[in-house]
Structure formats: C-alpha cells, structure tokens
C-alpha cells in the first residue's frame, strides 16, 4: 500500500473505525510508520496517525525484531506523547472556550464560537479536531468591552493591534484567543455573504448571549476559508475531515448552503472538495480533476506553500511582471488589512507603504520576500497556464 493510501487508511481506522487490512499493517515497516508520522505532521494530524498506529498493534511490545526493539520503544513512546500532547490542548481549549463564554455572557455580550470549537463535538474523540486557538465572533461595536472584560475576569491580555477582523488575546495559561468582529476574507464576492454571519445565526435556548451559525452558513463559512487559504498555497487535509464530518454526522441544510455558496460565487469548488473529501473517506472514485486536487493539496501541507501561492496567484495578476509589481506595492484594500487606519484615512497610503518595506527589511521578511520573487521569476508559462485552467476549473 501506498504512503498515501496508508495514510487515508489509518485516518479513517480512527476517525471511522474502519479496520485497516492486516496485510497492509504487516507490509509497514517502523521506518515506514515513522515517515507516515511526518507526512502527518504536516498536516496537523500526526495525533490522530499516533492514536491508529497504537490502535493497529504494529508498536505492539514483542512484534518488532530484537534489532528494531529500540526503535519500535521509541516510535511507541512518541505516538504516545503526540496523542497526550493532543489531549492536553483539548483541555486547555475546552476549558478557555467555558470561560470566554462565561465572561461574555455575564456581562450581556452576544458571542458565537466559529470553526473548531463547534466541529469538535462531532468528532468521535473531540481532540481528534485539534487547534492551535479559539476562535470567537463579536459584534464590533462589543469589541472593546470585550476585550476589557476579558483582561479584567478572566486573566486574559491583548497582544497586537486590532486588525482586518479579529484581534489576539491570550488567557494566562497560554492560550491563544481570536477575537472576531467579522469573518470576512478580503475577497468581495464572499465577503458579501460572510458579512451577513448574524443574519444567519440562532441563540441558544439556555443562554441569550451565545449564538450558533445555522447549518448552511457553517458550511459555507467553512468552504470560503478554504477557498481563501487553497489560492494561498494551499489548506491541508483537515478540512477535508471536517466535509466529512459535516456530510455524517452534523446533517446540514445542504440546500441552503448550495444558495449561499452559488450567491457567494463558490458553488463548484464546494462541490469538488466535496467530492475529495468523498473519495478520501467514503470510498467514492477519482476524477481526474479530484487526482490534481489531491496531488496539489497533498504537496502543500497544511499551510500551503510558496511555490504553489505564487502558482496559484501569477495568472490573475497577469504575469510575472504584474505579480511582482502586486507584492512590492500592495494595494489599499490588502494594506488596509494591514493597517486598518487606512479605512478612514487612505491618504496615509503612500506612508503605509513605506512603513511595510521598512517591516520587510528590518523585521526579518526580507529573505522569505526575496524568495517568493524568485520563485515567481522561475515560473514557466505552461506552468502558469496549467494553474490557470485548474483554478478556473474549480471556479475560483
């Protein structure tokens, strides 16, 4: 079996309960395991691979060779740590999610958790789904008072400038806290949707304060981040768990949704991550364009990289020479991003862009810049007409 086929086997062994053949677990050899484990890693999911192999017997005390008994003691304790490591964040993020609700809703300001901390109760292990944070929708004009009530009742400290649509937060232990007062991706055709996040809400029965996206805003919330981190360089492979987490076991307004994601102009690329992640842990068969998906998501990890950002990017700039040009002087909307003062005051442009290279330089950017410009110098015009139709194809 295939690294990547063992991959996907072992992930649907946990997640799923699917048995992963005995054959294919007798061919794996510990150095095999060991470089499942990194591929995993790279994809923020090397918990979930630890819990499968454990659960596979292949680390089993007595199976190795007396040679590879030293290395199997070791890969055994490692899969034991990532998965402690796993529960232990889980813990630390249950209990901060408990008490930013807590604050919040004792001083009477509406809140609505996003993203990981609504998926991870329909997990069948809720650490499965881990996180790095939290993420937590306010109304902006709460913001403030949030964040007051926050530092003052639970410890928290603001770290940062407010920004595009959240500001960080972290809790004395550690955790790390974004505060949303949008959802917005920078990108007009879904933030035209996004915007109306609150419309698309629902207030809980017990508590007045704390609200929930209804289904078919979930989904789309889910795949317009997705669409903004792919033309990024990429999203990994846990959101792809999470379709089909959503697809089993939340049971959403798909017809909603399929409104929500045509009006937002995502409609077929929703569709074909639906797809993948069909074929990844239902079973359903490749498509051709499923197999460059894959080949492009499987090669970017969970953050993406460079090479396939500025892939994915040089042809709707037009070029080369336009791509390079977008990334020296950035345009007000992205900069604004940057520097929200430019919203109410966009002559300050032309000083917000020399207050950028002067972070580029000194920051310690310089080097990775220098790089993503060389990297767009590399790219050959088969390849940027291959990125084209391929985005094209997936309607983004």
């Not at 807590?102 to 901390?117: D, E, F, N």
């Not at 959503?246 to 569709?271: I, W, Y």
């Not at 080369?320 to 900069?335: C, G, Q, V």
Request: with cysteine; net charge neutral; glycine share 8%.
């Amino acid at each position: 079996m295939e690294t990547r086929e063992m991959l996907f086997a072992l992930l649907r062994s946990e997640i799923m309960g699917e048995a992963v053949e005995k054959e294919a677990i007798a061919s794996l050899t510990l150095d095999g395991a060991a470089a499942l484990l990194r591929l995993a890693k790279a994809h923020d999911l090397a918990h979930i691979v630890a819990a499968a192999l454990m659960r596979s017997g292949l680390l089993s005390e007595g199976l190795a060779e007396a040679a590879e008994e030293e290395k199997r003691a070791a890969l055994l304790a490692h899969c034991e740590k990532m998965q402690m490591v796993a529960v232990y964040r889980y813990e630390g993020l249950r209990y901060a999610l408990s008490e930013i609700g807590r604050v919040l809703s004792a001083a009477g300001i509406a809140h609505m958790p996003l993203k990981g901390s609504v998926l991870r109760d329909y997990y069948p292990e809720p650490w499965h789904r881990s996180s790095c944070d939290i993420d937590m929708l306010v109304h902006e004009e709460d913001l403030e008072r949030a964040c007051t009530v926050l530092c003052e009742g639970a410890g928290y400290r603001v770290e940062g400038r407010k920004n595009f649509h959240d500001i960080h937060l972290y809790s004395p232990a550690g955790v790390h806290l974004e505060l949303h007062f949008n959802i917005l991706s920078g990108k007009q055709k879904y933030d035209d949707v996004l915007s109306r996040v609150w419309e698309f809400s629902e207030q809980d029965a017990n508590n007045s304060c704390l609200f929930t996206q209804k289904t078919s805003f979930f989904i789309l919330h889910h795949v317009a981040h997705m669409a903004y981190h792919f033309t990024g360089g990429g999203c990994g492979i846990k959101p792809f768990i999470d379709l089909f987490i959503m697809q089993t076991r939340m049971h959403p307004d798909f017809e909603g949704a399929r409104a929500l994601l045509s009006e937002a102009g995502l409609l077929t690329f929703s569709e074909q991550v639906l797809l993948l992640s069909r074929v990844w842990f239902m079973g359903e068969s490749h498509t051709e364009l499923s197999r460059r998906l894959e080949a492009y998501l499987l090669a970017g990890g969970v953050y993406g990289t460079v090479d396939n950002r500025v892939l994915a990017q040089q042809g709707r700039r037009g070029g080369k020479l336009r791509y390079a040009l977008s990334r020296i002087f950035l345009s007000r909307t992205s900069l604004a991003r940057m520097y929200p003062v430019l919203d109410k005051h966009p002559w300050l442009l032309p000083v917000m862009q020399v207050r950028r290279w002067f972070r580029l330089v000194f920051g310690g950017r310089l080097r990775s810049s220098m790089h993503e410009l060389s990297v767009n110098r590399g790219i050959t015009q088969t390849q940027a007409g291959e990125m084209e139709k391929f985005l094209s194809q997936l309607g983004i």
